[in-house]
């Protein structure tokens, strides 16, 4: 049995814990929230250690999953012969900070959620989501071994620098994350707005529910790919700006196809199975009937209330080739419902 200890024991690392108690490794954690400890230890993620030095005693692996100055500190004071490694969302200052003689490789699950806290952890929390695994000044079995283990709770491992690393999540999350600010912002300051908001507006800027917490290190952390993911973004709307001011609908049109033909590269093509819902008991209950017996590979579901009740839209992403069959056992429950292709 192997066992690891987790310094930092909010969302992540609690998260960790769970997944790795549920392939039979032992956990033990450590937080300077006393709270914070207890309620991962609660919820069954981690034991709770004495002391940070205690944590990492006889263990075979080091998560450090605070905020970037902790694990910064953490790392800089870690005496240990076990594999080490972190979950912070900027690498280069993390490789950085590795001391030699410590087994260190950087690592940043893809996944999160709007709220933080060990209340919100749960072993499922990185099934199929990439883990990226910075290979700076590490051996290839310690490399290696990382990537089995995140396989092991179901993640989906990559490799990659950690500049490389900071330059690509700066487009893919730090930038969508400072643009839904910016949109939930922007909007806020028009009283009409707020009763025309729909589906697209909310997907968009869903991560700007995100607590703060740790935001502002990281972002000023990766400042300069930050800065430049933003400058790229301010050039593709100066450029859309300018199309529009110059009545340039087939210039428009060509940057819309060519976001669509990317967008659709970027997942799996699924087709979209909308249910309408009536404002009764039960419908809910009928859906997942219909699921149970068609059973469908369903990619993803959104529910679209009416706003001052009377039912709403419930979306059901499919595999394209599944979604008659899933027309047919909703059918079958009563439902009116809508399919529509589209990409992932």
Request: net charge negative; with cysteine.
């Given at each position: 049995?192997?066992?690891?200890?987790?310094?930092?024991?909010?969302?992540?690392?609690?998260?960790?814990g769970?997944?790795?108690r549920?392939?039979?490794?032992?956990?033990?954690g450590w937080d300077?929230?006393?709270?914070?400890?207890?309620?991962?230890?609660?919820?069954?993620?981690?034991?709770?250690?004495?002391?940070?030095?205690?944590?990492?005693?006889?263990?075979?692996?080091?998560?450090?999953?605070?905020?970037?100055?902790?694990?910064?500190?953490?790392?800089?004071?870690?005496?240990?012969?076990?594999?080490?490694?972190?979950?912070?969302?900027?690498?280069?200052?993390?490789?950085?900070?590795?001391?030699?003689?410590?087994?260190?490789?950087?690592?940043?699950?893809?996944?999160?959620r709007?709220?933080?806290?060990?209340?919100?952890?749960?072993?499922?929390?990185?099934?199929?989501?990439?883990?990226?695994?910075?290979?700076?000044r590490?051996?290839?079995?310690?490399?290696?071994?990382?990537?089995?283990?995140?396989?092991s709770?179901?993640?989906?491992?990559i490799?990659?620098?950690?500049?490389?690393?900071?330059?690509?999540?700066?487009?893919?999350?730090?930038?969508?994350?400072?643009?839904?600010?910016?949109?939930?912002?922007?909007?806020?300051?028009?009283p009409?707005?707020?009763?025309?908001?729909?589906?697209?507006?909310?997907?968009?800027?869903?991560?700007?529910?995100?607590?703060?917490?740790?935001?502002?290190?990281?972002?000023?952390?990766n400042?300069?790919?930050?800065?430049?993911?933003?400058?790229?973004?301010?050039?593709?709307?100066?450029?859309?700006?300018?199309?529009?001011?110059?009545?340039?609908?087939?210039?428009?049109?060509?940057?819309?196809?060519?976001?669509r033909?990317?967008?659709?590269?970027m997942?799996?093509?699924v087709?979209?199975?909308?249910?309408?819902?009536?404002?009764?008991?039960?419908?809910?209950?009928?859906?997942?009937?219909a699921?149970?017996?068609s059973?469908?590979?369903?990619r993803?579901?959104?529910?679209?209330?009416?706003?001052?009740?009377?039912?709403?839209?419930?979306?059901?992403?499919?595999?394209?080739?599944?979604?008659?069959?899933?027309?047919?056992?909703?059918?079958?429950?009563?439902?009116?419902?809508?399919?529509?292709?589209?990409?992932?």
């Open positions: 049995m192997s066992r690891v200890a987790i310094y930092g024991t909010g969302l992540i690392g609690a998260s960790v769970l997944a790795l549920e392939q039979g490794w032992e956990s033990v300077p929230s006393p709270d914070a400890l207890e309620t991962a230890a609660g919820r069954g993620a981690a034991d709770t250690a004495p002391s940070a030095s205690a944590a990492a005693a006889g263990v075979d692996l080091v998560v450090l999953a605070g905020p970037l100055h902790a694990n910064l500190a953490t790392l800089a004071n870690l005496e240990t012969d076990a594999l080490v490694t972190d979950v912070t969302s900027v690498k280069e200052p993390m490789v950085g900070a590795a001391r030699d003689g410590i087994r260190f490789v950087g690592g940043h699950p893809m996944a999160g709007e709220h933080a806290g060990p209340e919100a952890a749960s072993a499922a929390l990185f099934r199929g989501a990439p883990w990226v695994i910075c290979d700076d590490a051996s290839a079995e310690d490399v290696h071994l990382l990537s089995s283990i995140v396989g709770i179901g993640a989906n491992p490799v990659m620098s950690a500049r490389r690393h900071d330059e690509v999540v700066a487009s893919v999350s730090h930038l969508p994350q400072l643009l839904a600010v910016a949109l939930v912002n922007i909007i806020s300051e028009n009409d707005a707020a009763d025309l908001v729909s589906g697209s507006f909310r997907d968009l800027t869903r991560v700007a529910s995100t607590e703060s917490s740790w935001w502002p290190e990281v972002l000023t952390s400042a300069d790919a930050v800065t430049s993911a933003i400058d790229g973004l301010v050039r593709g709307l100066e450029d859309m700006r300018a199309r529009v001011i110059a009545g340039d609908m087939d210039g428009l049109a060509g940057e819309m196809d060519q976001a033909a990317r967008r659709h590269s997942a799996p093509p087709a979209l199975v909308e249910v309408i819902l009536q404002d009764k008991p039960g419908e809910i209950a009928a859906v997942g009937h699921l149970q017996t059973r469908v590979d369903v993803d579901l959104q529910l679209r209330h009416a706003v001052h009740g009377g039912g709403g839209i419930l979306s059901l992403s499919v595999r394209p080739g599944e979604a008659e069959t899933l027309k047919a056992a909703l059918t079958e429950e009563g439902f009116a419902i809508e399919i529509e292709e589209g990409p992932g």
